[in-house]
């Protein structure tokens, strides 16, 4: 409730204006339910940033072991899919108002995937060849993704998660093979 209530009144007013009086009211509780969670409301803001990260994560990693490990476009379907199962929160918090906690927190997440995909094929021909650093390819993936996201939440997500994924590694992989 009080997740649903700060999302509302997020889209309804600036951050900083949001107050444990306004918020309670909203959700429907009581001031002193909200302090059982929260010390402050960066504090809730903190710890919904954390839950964001955790559950993407969960998500992204939720891999039966009879299963192989999925390949990236399955990991970017997935994540796209949330995405647009929970539109008005990631509209809100990464595309309206760009709430910088949840934008750095999911800067990092996607940093340390492109990590490991760089890491699975620093020895690749053509990045060799190239002579990619590893930090710069981190910084434009995870950045370029970030883009793409918050470009497909401001149209209305315009394409299907995996349309979306299909085009981001096209033009991203060299090596993508559908």
Do not use: C
């Amino acid at each position: 409730m009080l997740k649903e209530a700060f999302v509302d009144l997020m889209d309804e007013m600036e951050t900083e204006k949001i107050t444990v009086n306004r918020l309670a009211e909203r959700a429907k509780i009581n001031r002193v339910t909200f302090y059982l969670h929260y010390k402050d409301i960066p504090d809730m803001m903190d710890k919904l940033a954390d839950e964001m990260i955790e559950e993407i994560q969960r998500i992204l990693l939720d891999n039966p072991e009879t299963t192989p490990k999925p390949r990236e476009d399955e990991q970017l379907v997935k994540l796209l899919e949330h995405i647009a199962a929970n539109p008005k929160f990631y509209k809100i918090v990464l595309a309206t108002k760009r709430i910088p906690i949840f934008t750095e927190r999911l800067l990092k997440l996607l940093s340390a995937l492109i990590t490991g995909r760089f890491d699975n094929i620093r020895n690749d021909a053509y990045y060799a060849k190239k002579q990619i650093q590893k930090d710069i390819a981190i910084w434009y993936g995870s950045s370029a993704l970030i883009g793409v996201i918050v470009s497909w939440l401001r149209y209305d997500m315009p394409y299907s998660p995996q349309y979306l994924a299909k085009q981001f590694l096209m033009m991203t992989s060299p090596k993508y093979k559908e």
